[in-house]
């Protein structure tokens, strides 16, 4: 049965996950020194096929096909591929503290599609002025150019403006009536599993596929297969298919903050004092999203 507000199970899940993913945005950005990002995309999805396969036999729920799931399944996989070719160009073009913000707008590309396409999902006012408090949040860190962490492309900005675009589309995806029923775990699988081919084919397009390759490049190519992708993202989806998309959306607007601050502490960004401002907008959205009524 979903719930329109977090309990304290899944509070603490969702942090976990939005802790993870902000990891996750540096170890992106360090990856793409070794390998091509597009390559290095379809590696991930080629690699998390077996590990998410896997988990679902693990947890007895053998993967199979249900009839009437083609066409979503590939719709999903392919917006997956575009959402994570933007992604990884962006951190390959920006830095990380810019490319997370835009990127975590993705709340009010999925609430405003969730209001007009899934039921019970319509903004409420109180909704509304939560997700536009938190996306001013998130604003004001991208346009202060100390706290963001320095100058950033147009073309870097405009790659994590169309990934947002894109997670809000598997997401809404996900939701629908036709993929719903088949779970989390089997929605995932579509997504790599039709991805990874897409990616590889466009690799090629975007430059040489091997950078200055190193052992630990491997090694978090393999942690974002196991962990990131396997691990995160079927939780972020169980979280989606038990919590209201607004809820859970809604909490995304932390992660950009904490890669602020990971940026400052690992990439040696610059943090300025606006990051405090921004949080507090983000922290006041999430209240007002998750208030009864």
């Known amino acids: 049965m979903e719930k329109s507000r977090l309990d304290g199970r899944g509070l603490a899940i969702l942090l976990g996950v939005t802790l993870l993913l902000a990891v996750n945005q540096i170890v992106v950005k360090v990856t793409n020194e070794g390998l091509q990002p ?13 590990f998410v396969a896997g988990w679902m036999i693990w947890k007895g729920r053998t993967p199979r096909y249900t009839p009437g799931t083609l066409g979503a399944g590939l719709l999903i996989g392919a917006v997956f591929a575009a959402e994570f070719l933007c992604l990884f160009m962006a951190l390959d073009l920006t830095t990380v503290s810019r490319a997370a913000i835009i990127f975590y707008s993705m709340p009010v590309w ?4 969730a209001h007009f396409g899934l039921p019970g999902e319509r903004l409420t006012p109180l909704r509304g002025v939560g997700l536009a408090l938190a996306f001013a949040g998130t604003a004001w860190a991208i346009l202060d150019r100390s706290g963001s962490g320095g100058q950033g492309s147009l073309a870097g900005d405009l790659y994590a403006l169309g990934g947002a675009i894109g997670w809000a589309a598997t997401a809404f995806i996900a939701r629908r009536p036709r993929l719903a029923p ?7 699988l579509w997504m790599v ?21 190193q052992p630990e490049h491997w090694a978090m190519l393999v942690f974002q297969a196991a962990i990131v992708v396997a691990g995160g993202f079927i939780t972020w989806l169980w979280l989606l ?45 999430i209240i007002l999203v998750n208030r009864r009524g």
């Open 182 to 188: 088949v779970g989390p775990e089997m929605q995932l």
């Open 193 to 213: 599993g039709v991805s990874a081919p897409i990616l590889l084919i466009a690799a090629p397009l975007f430059g040489p596929l091997i950078r200055d390759i």
């Open 38 to 50: 597009v390559f290095f995309a379809g590696l991930r999805s080629a690699l998390a096929v077996p």
């Open 241 to 285: 298919s038990r919590y209201s998309a607004a809820t859970v959306a809604s909490f995304s607007f932390l992660t950009p903050v904490l890669s602020l601050l990971f940026g400052w502490a690992l990439m040696g960004e610059h943090l300025g004092p606006s990051i405090l401002g921004s949080a507090a907008l983000v922290a006041v959205g």
């Open 110 to 113: 999925l609430g405003l599609a």
